[in-house]
Every structure is written in C-alpha cells, then in structure tokens.
C-alpha cells in the first residue's frame, strides 16, 4: 500500500491478473520520487529562511537606517546564494523572503513540507489563502485545517477549498471587504522583453471569470469554424483581447446566434456558476456565496446575478454530509443535468477542476450495457477524462451518494467525493435560554 496525495483506498476487490504491473510500479516510483522532490524544496527553503535571518539581524546591525542601505545585507546575501547556485540575486530574494514568512506564519506547514507530505504547489495555494488571515489563533485554525486537506488533494482543487475556509474565519464579512477591494480595480502594462508586455486588468471575480469564459468559447469557436487556424486557444485568447479592445466585437460566422441580431463571436456570453445561501439570497444574513469552484463573492454581487437571471436553481442538500439530494427549478427543464451540475461542479476524475457545464455527463455502466440514465448512474467528466475512462484500462464505479471509485490499470483505488454543497458559518446569537 503507497501513499499519495488522491487518498488511494485499500485494493481489495481488484483482479489482480487484470493488474498493470509495470504501470503500477511506475506509480510507486513517481509518488515516492514527488514525496524525495518536495523534501529537497523544502531543504532548500529551510536554507533561503535561514539567510533572511541572518540578513535581517546584520541589518539590525547598522547604524543608518536609510531604506537603501537597510537592504544592503539582505541583497548581498541573495547574490551570494544566487551566484553559488546559478540563480538570479533578485530570484534569490524574493524566495528568501517567502522561505521567511513561511517559517513565521505557517510552522507546521513548513515541519509537513519537509516530511514530503506535501508539495511545493500546496505550500504555495496555503499561504495565499492564510496570510490575509492578521489573528494569530485564526490563522493557525486555519493551517491545521488546511494541512488536513492539502494531503488528499491536488494544489488546484486545494485552493477553492481554502478559499471557503479562509473566508470563515475573517473577521469582517466579505461585503466590506469588497466594497473596499473595488475601489483597486484597474489596468496596467508591464514590460517583460522580447518586445512583449503584460496586459493586466484587475476585477472583481465574477466579471474576471466571466471575461476568461467568454474569450475561452469564442476561442474554440475560431478553431471549429477554421481547422487551419494553427494558433493554440491561449493565443487566440491573447488575440480576441486584443480586438475587442482595439476594434469591435470580432465576428466569425458560426452557428451561434441570438433574438437580437447579434451572431458570430459576439453571440457568446460568459458563463460562471455561483451558489448563493437562501438566507442570504433573501438579505438575511451576510453569508458569502461562492464563484463555484473558485473563491468567495460577495452577497450584494449574487443577489444582482440571481436578480438578472432568467432562472436560477434551489438545492437541497444533506445537513450532515453536504451532499446535494435534489435540485429544483420554478421552470423544469433538463433538471438531471441541472442536479449534476450542483452536485458534481467540477470533473469527477481526482484531481481535475474542469467546471461542470464544460464537461459531458457520462454513464458510469455504460448505456449500452444496461446502465440507467439516472443520476446515482452519472457524472460529469471533462473530454479528457471521459476518455481516460472509455479507451483505456481506467474504471469507475459510483459507491452511492456521488462518491465514485476509480481504479487505475495498475490496481491503485482512489475515492473521490462530491463538493459539499452546504458551507458552516459561526452562529454569535445568544442561546435561547
């Protein structure tokens, strides 16, 4: 039995004559090569953390406390480093600096780092999450929720989770935040060589997402509507940013179409999913709702989007476990797919965060085998993974309640459970007593 950051499940049950011996060994070796990796980052770390300190006591050394020379120690330290290991001093620093802020704010995350237990792309998503976090005792209810976490999951999946997490613990409510955070909203350009520049425009989330959705599909529509495009989608993202702001809204004849007129690319619409509190949806409370997938938003945004759409879902979900039991709608219409989305949220392969309404919903037991159409018979896969599945030796069974077992061709089980649909939020009201 190996250990690995997708929490493998025992094997029993498994043919092992049906086993990919030699994939299953490269399995071992790779997560036993990962855990050798992520406890020599973390050496290196623990190396970069000690010279911060040693530069910051040589600073507390001087006489002058000119802001220019208090750095001195620091950067001829990085440089010293740099040199040494064939890095840039300025590389050198600023991971001095973070290996420092590490040590500091997050200790046991730094003592799991250094077991292998974690990776580099965990220590990362953990710290942007908990430095918002000022409380020392929230932050550190924060770290050790977070670890829990971060040993089951990819950095990727880690980062909505810890979003939600930091979230509750912040001891103003989003709302406020926001309407402060607004106020930075902006675009700059930032030079970057080669004669290209950084084009970078800070929203709010759900309008950021929103732009990144709506570009993403125009993208693929280029692509269907001209195989010959040799361009990747990244590039024809870039490029659609680029005539949007330049010209016009850019048009490609495609099928798209709207009531209004309006064709082509500019028939897209960006999509992004948001699950919102009925308490809050009423302006009860001051409960965040979620971007799904993502981050917190705050509630006056989600009462705008519930406000403008043309429909929107109730789910009902398990008080317990989290789990969503069903989805209702005031105009019915396609409501499994509807229930699969709130349920699912992402791909159901472990590890992949590809949002629901980009992925197909897939027969567990193929259809043509006998498999129901129901849910407790479907999940939503990406292209990828849905592929993964049907053309090669990967298979999946659903255990009930959403979870579903995969195992892979060389015998490993891996569980992955449904987001929970229900989110815990301290109750400050005096007892009724």
Same mark, same amino acid.
């Given at each position: 039995?190996?250990?690995?950051?997708?929490?493998?499940?025992?094997?029993?049950?498994?043919?092992?004559?049906?086993?990919?011996?030699? /994939?299953?060994?490269?399995?071992?070796?790779?997560?036993?090569?990962?855990?050798?990796?992520?406890?020599?980052?973390?050496?290196?770390?623990?190396?970069?953390?000690?010279?911060?300190?040693?530069?910051?006591?040589?600073?507390?050394?001087?006489?002058?406390?000119?802001?220019?020379?208090?750095?001195?120690?620091?950067?001829?330290?990085? /440089?010293?480093?740099?040199?040494?290991?064939?890095?840039?001093?300025?590389?050198?620093?600023?991971?001095?600096?973070?290996?420092?802020?590490?040590?500091?704010?997050?200790?046991?995350?730094?003592?799991?780092?250094?077991?292998?237990?974690?990776?580099?792309?965990?220590?990362?998503?953990?710290?942007?999450?908990?430095?918002?976090?000022?409380?020392?005792?929230?932050?550190?209810?924060?770290?050790?929720?977070?670890?829990?976490?971060?040993?089951?999951?990819?950095?990727?999946?880690?980062?909505?989770?810890?979003?939600?997490?930091?979230?509750?613990?912040?001891?103003?409510?989003?709302?406020?935040?926001?309407?402060?955070?607004?106020?930075?909203?902006?675009?700059?350009?930032?030079?970057?060589?080669?004669?290209?520049?950084?084009?970078?425009?800070?929203?709010?989330?759900?309008?950021?997402?929103?732009?990144?959705?709506?570009?993403?599909?125009?993208?693929?529509?280029?692509?269907?509507?001209?195989?010959?495009?040799?361009?990747?989608?990244?590039?024809?993202?870039?490029?659609?940013?680029?005539?949007?702001?330049?010209?016009?809204?850019?048009?490609?004849?495609?099928?798209?179409?709207?009531?209004?007129?309006?064709?082509?690319?500019?028939?897209?619409?960006?999509?992004?999913?948001?699950?919102?509190?009925?308490?809050?949806?009423?302006?009860?409370?001051?409960?965040?709702?979620?971007?799904?997938?993502?981050?917190?938003?705050?509630?006056?945004?989600?009462?705008?989007? /519930?406000?403008?759409?043309?429909?929107?879902?109730?789910?009902?979900?398990?008080?317990?476990?989290?789990?969503?039991?069903?989805?209702?709608?005031?105009?019915?219409?396609?409501?499994?797919?509807?229930?699969?989305?709130?349920?699912?949220?992402?791909?159901?392969?472990?590890?992949?965060?590809?949002?629901?309404?980009?992925?197909?919903?897939?027969?567990?037991?193929?259809? /043509?085998?006998?498999?129901?159409?129901?849910?407790?018979?479907?999940?939503?896969?990406?292209?990828?993974?849905?592929?993964?599945?049907?053309?090669?030796?990967?298979?999946?069974?659903?255990?009930?309640?959403?979870?579903?077992?995969?195992?892979?061709?060389?015998?490993?089980?891996?569980?992955?459970?449904?987001?929970?649909?229900?989110?815990?939020?301290?109750?400050?009201?005096?007892?009724?007593?």
């Amino acid at each position: 039995m190996h250990s690995n950051s997708f929490a493998p499940a025992d094997t029993v049950g498994v043919d092992m004559a049906d086993v990919d011996v030699a /994939a299953r060994d490269l399995a071992v070796r790779f997560a036993e090569a990962s855990r050798v990796v992520a406890r020599a980052q973390a050496v290196q770390a623990r190396v970069l953390a000690d010279a911060a300190d040693l530069g910051m006591r040589r600073v507390a050394e001087l006489a002058s406390s000119s802001s220019r020379e208090a750095e001195l120690p620091v950067r001829a330290l990085a /440089a010293e480093l740099g040199v040494a290991a064939n890095m840039s001093d300025r590389t050198v620093q600023r991971r001095m600096n973070d290996a420092a802020v590490l040590a500091e704010a997050f200790p046991a995350t730094f003592d799991a780092w250094d077991e292998g237990r974690v990776s580099a792309g965990h220590v990362a998503v953990i710290m942007e999450h908990g430095l918002p976090l000022t409380d020392v005792e929230a932050r550190a209810e924060f770290e050790a929720a977070a670890l829990a976490r971060a040993e089951g999951t990819t950095p990727g999946r880690l980062g909505s989770t810890l979003a939600r997490l930091a979230e509750s613990l912040q001891p103003r409510t989003l709302t406020e935040r926001h309407q402060e955070a607004r106020a930075s909203r902006g675009a700059c350009v930032r030079d970057i060589g080669d004669g290209m520049a950084e084009f970078i425009s800070t929203q709010p989330a759900v309008l950021a997402h929103a732009m990144h959705d709506r570009i993403t599909q125009q993208a693929h529509a280029i692509k269907k509507a001209d195989p010959t495009d040799t361009r990747t989608v990244d590039q024809i993202r870039a490029d659609l940013v680029a005539d949007m702001l330049l010209t016009t809204t850019p048009c490609v004849e495609t099928d798209a179409g709207l009531s209004d007129g309006v064709g082509g690319l500019g028939a897209i619409r960006g999509i992004v999913n948001v699950t919102v509190p009925a308490l809050a949806l009423a302006g009860v409370t001051d409960e965040p709702a979620e971007l799904v997938g993502r981050c917190p938003i705050d509630p006056a945004t989600a009462r705008a989007l /519930a406000g403008h759409a043309t429909g929107w879902d109730r789910v009902l979900a398990d008080p317990i476990t989290g789990c969503v039991l069903a989805v209702d709608r005031y105009t019915p219409s396609a409501d499994m797919k509807r229930f699969l989305r709130a349920r699912d949220q992402h791909c159901r392969f472990p590890g992949c965060r590809q949002p629901a309404h980009r992925c197909d919903r897939d027969h567990t037991l193929d259809y /043509a085998l006998g498999g129901e159409t129901s849910t407790c018979n479907l999940a939503c896969l990406c292209k990828r993974h849905h592929t993964l599945k049907g053309e090669t030796a990967w298979t999946v069974r659903q255990l009930g309640g959403g979870v579903l077992e995969w195992t892979s061709p060389g015998g490993h089980v891996y569980i992955d459970k449904p987001p929970s649909a229900i989110r815990f939020t301290p109750n400050t009201d005096p007892p009724p007593f």
